[in-house]
């Protein structure tokens, strides 16, 4: 047992001394990215730009969540692009109110019925009004949502035409016996058919006020924490050295290859 233990310790101060003997050799190598991570850290620190998380809870009136989102997600070709000018065509709005955007989607999972949510980043919080105008021109102007926008409004025009031209009959019938349809409702004679008429008429009128476009129901804005100094530096020097310990293993390796090759020959000649 303690010839192996022995054993052991031979071996692990053999690791422990070819490792101090790898980091004496490549040094100067470490020790130069090093600075590399330090400077980039600094670097990085300084050019970060402050950023800003928006969440908005859209109407989306008749149309399908699903179609809303996959047109907010189709702007994302834009921002991954960097094409600020085509999304400010698509958005209605100058280059500038778009230039700052890092990304945008749509979230289908949280959606409610006519409801859903999106979620964009941006650098500029001044700019927040005009991208959130920008969305909904967006989607009011897209030709599918206006059509199905308008024909349900026309559709709601003509049950509120036709229930107010019914009631007003109703009302002409009842007057003969001196009651008014606006009275119909305080006594147990009233008709089933005035009722429902009623309810009609006050649930297209409300359907109109509230479904006319898609608009922002809510909307919540948060500003994105700039990295520590600190910890900028200590990402960067892990990475850096990393990489030179990395490309140090890499020539150590094949400068432990060349010399066996030339061993190997020299023992052949031999």
């Known amino acids: 047992m303690k010839m192996e233990t022995s054993k052991e310790e031979q071996g692990l101060l053999g690791i422990v001394m070819n490792l101090i003997s790898f980091l004496r050799k490549y ?24 950023s800003h998380k928006v969440k908005l809870v859209m109407c989306t009136s008749y149309i399908d969540n699903d ?8 702007l994302q070709l834009y921002v991954e692009n960097g094409d600020s000018k085509g999304l400010a065509i698509k958005m209605q709005t100058s280059p500038e109110n ?5 990304q945008i989607f749509a979230d289908t999972t949280k959606a409610k019925l006519n409801a859903i949510r999106i979620d964009y980043s941006i650098g500029d919080a001044t700019k927040i009004d005009s991208v959130n105008k920008g969305l909904t021109t967006y989607l009011n102007q897209n030709e599918y949502i206006h059509q199905v926008i308008a024909l349900k409004t026309d559709q709601r025009n003509e049950i509120i035409a036709r229930n107010k031209q019914r009631l007003q009959l109703l009302d002409s019938l009842n007057k003969l016996q001196n009651v008014s349809v606006a009275s119909m409702q305080q006594f147990t004679g009233v008709t089933e058919e ?19 476009n898609i608009y922002i129901i809510e ?3 948060s500003s994105i924490p700039v990295r520590a100094l600190s910890s ?3 990402i960067n020097i892990i990475a850096y050295l990393f990489i030179g310990l990395a490309i140090s293993a ?12 030339k061993q190997k020959k020299s023992s052949a000649k031999a």
């Open 219 to 221: 909307e919540n804005a």
């Open 67 to 74: 179609i809303v989102a996959k047109l907010v997600n189709a």
């Open 194 to 212: 005035t009722r429902i008429l009623l309810a009609e008429l006050q649930k297209a009128e409300y359907e109109n006020l509230a479904y006319r």
């Open 98 to 102: 778009v230039s700052g955007i890092g």
């Open 232 to 234: 900028s530096l200590l």
């Open 27 to 50: 040094f100067i190598v470490l020790l130069a990215f090093l600075a590399i991570g330090s400077f980039y850290g600094i670097r990085s620190h300084y050019n970060q730009q402050s």
């Open 250 to 261: 890499v020539f150590e390796v094949m400068f432990l290859y060349v010399k066996r090759e």
